[in-house]
Nanobody
Framework: QSQLVQSGGGLAPPGGSLRLSCKVAGARISKWTMGWYRQTPGTERDFVAKMSRSGRRVEYAPSVEGRFTLSADYTNNSIYLQMDSLRPDDTGVYFC????????????WGQGSPVSVSS
């Protein structure tokens, strides 16, 4: 059974940077569309970014476009989310996700990484 193990996150000031990592065990990341979602209290998990199996296609939510970068290391079977120019509304718990299709949200999730942006 595949598992997604996250690391990174934490506290950053507005304008600062943080990096999230998601390491996949039990399957190659090239098998899935890999993505990141963010959840805040009382809301569902919202899409942040996703990458196709080959890594050639990457899509971002409009709110993070130009500030966040999703990348993959196929050797280490991991994906990363580099978050720059952070804003207070980036605060939330970020979840790594593995999906079989580009247009669907998968059922395999990481454990979540809290991110707090505050001065």
């Amino acid at each position: 059974q595949s598992q997604l193990v996250q690391s990174g996150g934490g506290l950053a000031p507005p304008g600062g940077s943080l990096r999230l990592s998601c390491k996949v065990a039990g399957a190659r990341i090239s098998k899935w569309t890999m993505g990141w979602y963010r959840q805040t209290p009382g809301t569902e998990r919202d899409f942040v970014a996703k990458m196709s199996r080959s890594g050639r296609r990457v899509e971002y939510a409009p709110s993070v476009e130009g500030r966040f970068t999703l990348s993959a290391d196929y050797t280490n079977n991991s994906i990363y989310l580099q978050m720059d120019s952070l804003r207070p509304d980036d605060t939330g718990v970020y979840f790594c996700n593995a999906a079989e299709d580009w247009d669907t949200r998968g059922d395999i999730w990481g454990q979540g990484s809290p991110v707090s942006v505050s001065s």
